[in-house]
């Protein structure tokens, strides 16, 4: 081959390629067995690439493509009878080939205009007029790895159009043809006139119009009646539905685009929402690029709806143009669902013939919510044209009940309330009982605890989110009406935890019924559990400023009432630490430290009382402190007191359990150990002795005797001889520690003791 670059003449061992200073980029030579006028050509694009097709085995080789090409990314595929080059090009660039006496030149151009072939439709084939039709190609599809077969042309002819069907989609091309078959049933041929698609047996039609049309929302842009859901019978309905499921499952898993959507398009005339969404993400799970399809959006937008999740509608709605009637409509519906009024309102009441389009069972579903729409956005003249299009439709009876309250033909509204209670249809006999109470309170037919009453018994007949938002609201406002505020706030409280989404909505509520309750001193002449338990509920409502403090200060009192102290003494302490004012911060503390007081807390006390003693103060409440000052020295010394005094007495307790478990076991040791200790701390150093303390000077005596201890005994009667009083228990005292009488002692000595043991002896007999 003879590479010409720059005018310098190069040789090379590759023949097939060559490129010079003439206006073309490169060329592709042609072996001499073979004319280049007569090899058949076909050039496309898809996605990155340019391809150029070639029915001729020609010896290009890769390296020497990049070579010439200086794209690193060239690359040839040789296929029988064929060669495919395949060279990547940014957007905007396309590849155009002339041909020359013994080659091809290749160049890029901007834009490239080649003759369309017509197409026709004749019995189930497509028929593509091309005067120089050539060989078709059989390749594999670079994107999808699908069949594609490329028909080339000698001429100029091409398919620029997308055009598409179950079975087949063609890649616009610049020459000749390209179509990615769902599978090797489909065939592309070579006529005198031109190409024929069609399907390789003879009875298997391909499913096209005549002439070509599209299938229903291929693209929603193009499609002026938008989704077009068919229009059959249930029962029709319900046929088609088992149809387009076994298509699906038999068609190829990467060909089931068509399939899909008509699926879905039939289960969404059937209100089967949340089952056409999972169809369509099945899809895209086999097709990942099928997402950016404006029919898979429309489609999967309309099944959100349909299953009540139109944050997720409004996702793929937002990816739609807002020309398009069909998303505008769609996009109205699901602003209506998160009850955006006033957008619902002004998009929907613009495309109310809409749904007349509907099929039956979709449009039993969504005509409602528009209609409710166009009643909370107050677009009354749109909701009656509603009305005029769907005069006797049941599932709008409390649309039109809700609509005759709103213009005040209050009698008609009840009437028509107290009917559609009695229907079937569970959710509007719901709503129309709740908003029959409140209008029968609205007129005064009854109270406000009558009308609470019937809403508590009846708030879960329907647990839709915003009716029972609504209806727990409504019931807070008829409870705060009669008084009851404990119920109402607690009632308000519960909505937090089931809609944390309404916070707003519902603490602006809670906020204007706890400014109420404290301007109007309810909270004062509650109970003190109903107004400590409600002030404690709701203490995020209370300001952290001063301004909170006269809640804080009714909720210590109460807590106070309750016996509750350590509560209450934390509500004291955040009341003090924010108020700025110096008085009010002096009285605040000095309650404070009498609570501590009464409470026997004095060492809080005292700390609060110096802490106090920092502010500017009078001589009036420096006065209050030293009275203060002294009741707390005074309790102290008491508290002292009864601390000995308690500790004595323990300590007694235990002597005595000593005593006699030593006396159970004849441990006199012990018990004369004990007793000595009981002695020192019941018996006085001085003075005539009690009968108890003259008892343990007893018993002390009588111990040492059992010892024969003559020295303690000595002892014990040193002490306490002469401090017992006449009787009983001096005499035994005195036999006890005297010494035996003995034929040497004093005769006086021993009539004494015999008189005492007589004493002794004649007072037990008594």
């Not at 229903?216 to 309905?237: A, E, K």
């Not at 409710?372 to 006797?392: D, T, Y």
């Not at 409504?474 to 308000?492: D, F, I, K, R, V």
């Not at 010394?637 to 009864?642: F, G, L, M, S």
């Amino acid at each position: 081959m003879l590479l010409h670059i720059c005018g310098i003449l190069a040789v090379s061992t590759e023949p097939s390629l060559a490129i010079s200073t003439k206006p073309y980029w490169f060329r592709i030579l042609v072996p001499n067995n073979l004319a280049p006028s007569q090899i058949g050509q076909a050039i496309f694009r898809e996605g990155s690439y340019e391809y150029i097709v070639l029915a001729a085995k020609l010896p290009v080789r890769k390296f020497a493509l990049r070579q010439v090409t200086g794209i690193p990314d060239a690359t040839v595929v040789h296929l029988p009878g064929a060669t495919v080059l395949q060279i990547p090009l940014p957007l905007g660039q396309d590849i155009i080939t002339t041909v020359g006496n013994s080659s091809f030149h290749v160049d890029i151009e901007k834009s490239i205009a080649s003759k369309a072939m017509p197409v026709s439709f004749n019995k189930g084939a497509i028929n593509l007029k091309c005067d120089r039709s050539a060989a078709v190609v059989s390749m594999s599809d670079p994107r999808t790895g699908r069949p594609l077969l490329v028909g080339t042309v000698l001429g100029s002819g091409s398919i620029k159009s997308n055009l598409s069907g179950p079975g087949y989609r063609f890649i616009p091309a610049s020459r000749g043809i390209a179509v990615v078959a769902s599978s090797d049933a489909i065939t592309l041929s070579p006529e005198p006139s031109g190409f024929v698609l069609q399907a390789m047996e003879p009875e298997a039609r391909l499913p096209i119009g005549n002439p070509f049309v599209k299938p229903p929302l291929t693209d929603v842009s193009d499609t002026p009646n938008g989704i077009n859901l068919p229009q059959y019978g249930i029962i029709g309905l319900r046929r088609r539905l088992g149809i387009e499921r076994v298509a699906v499952a038999e068609a190829p898993p990467l060909d089931r685009r068509e399939a899909t959507f008509r699926l879905a398009r039939v289960m969404l005339a059937l209100d089967m929402g949340p089952e056409a969404g999972a169809a369509l993400d099945r899809l895209a799970q086999s097709q990942p690029y099928i997402v950016r399809s404006a029919q898979w959006q429309l489609l999967h937008a309309v099944s959100d709806i349909v299953s009540f999740h139109p944050n997720k509608a409004l996702k793929h709605l937002q990816k739609m143009p807002k020309s398009e009637d069909q998303a505008n409509f769609w996009r109205g519906v699901a602003d209506a669902e998160i009850y955006n009024n006033q957008n619902s309102g002004n998009i929907l009441r613009k495309y109310i013939n809409v749904l007349s389009a509907l099929p039956v069972a979709l449009r039993g579903q969504v005509t409602p919510i528009v209609a409710e729409a166009l009643i909370r956005s107050g677009k009354i003249h749109a909701l009656e044209q509603l009305f005029q299009l769907f005069p006797n439709e049941k599932y709008l009876r409390l649309e039109k009940a809700e609509l005759q309250e709103k213009l005040g033909n209050n009698k008609n509204a009840l009437i028509s309330y107290h009917d559609i209670i009695k229907s079937r249809n569970n959710r509007d006999a719901a709503i129309a009982f709740s908003r029959m109470i409140m209008l029968e309170y609205k007129l005064n037919k009854i109270d406000a605890k009558s009308a609470a009453s019937l809403l508590l018994n009846h708030i879960y007949d329907w647990r839709g989110e915003h009716h029972e938002l609504s209806l727990r609201l409504h019931l807070a406002q008829l409870q705060a009406a009669y008084g009851a505020w404990p119920e109402a706030m607690a009632g308000l409280n519960r909505a937090l935890i089931l809609f944390p989404n309404e916070t707003d909505s519902i603490n602006g509520l809670r906020q204007k019924f706890f400014n109420t309750l404290e301007n109007d001193d309810s909270l004062k002449k509650m109970s003190p559990l109903a107004a400590a338990a409600l002030i404690e509920d709701n203490m995020d409502l209370i300001p952290g400023s001063s301004l909170g403090m006269p809640v804080l200060k009714i909720l210590s009192s109460k807590l106070l009432d309750l016996g509750l102290n350590h509560s209450s003494e934390k509500i004291f302490n955040t009341i003090i630490k924010t108020v700025k004012n110096d008085r009010e911060k002096f009285e605040l503390s000095i309650d404070l430290a009498k609570f501590q007081i009464r409470q026997n807390n004095l060492d809080s006390a005292q700390i609060i009382l110096n802490r106090i003693n920092n502010l500017p103060l009078s001589f009036d409440q420096k006065r209050i402190i030293d009275k203060l000052n002294n009741e707390m020295e005074t309790m102290k010394n008491k508290h002292v007191d009864e601390k000995i005094f308690i500790e004595e007495k323990h300590k007694n307790s235990e002597l005595k359990k000593i005593i006699i478990d030593a006396d159970r076991k004849k441990d006199w040791k012990t018990e004369e150990h004990a007793l000595s200790a009981l002695a020192r701390l019941q018996i006085p150093k001085s003075g005539m002795l009690s009968n108890s303390e003259a008892q343990i000077a007893v018993n002390l005596a009588f111990t040492a005797s059992k010892m024969h201890d003559i020295s303690k005994i000595n002892e014990i009667k040193n002490d306490y001889i002469n401090r017992i009083p006449a009787g009983p228990q001096s005499a035994l005292f005195m036999v006890i520690t005297d010494p035996p009488i003995s034929k040497k002692g004093n005769l006086q000595d021993a009539i004494r003791k015999i008189k005492n043991l007589e004493s002794v002896v004649g007072d037990n007999k008594k």
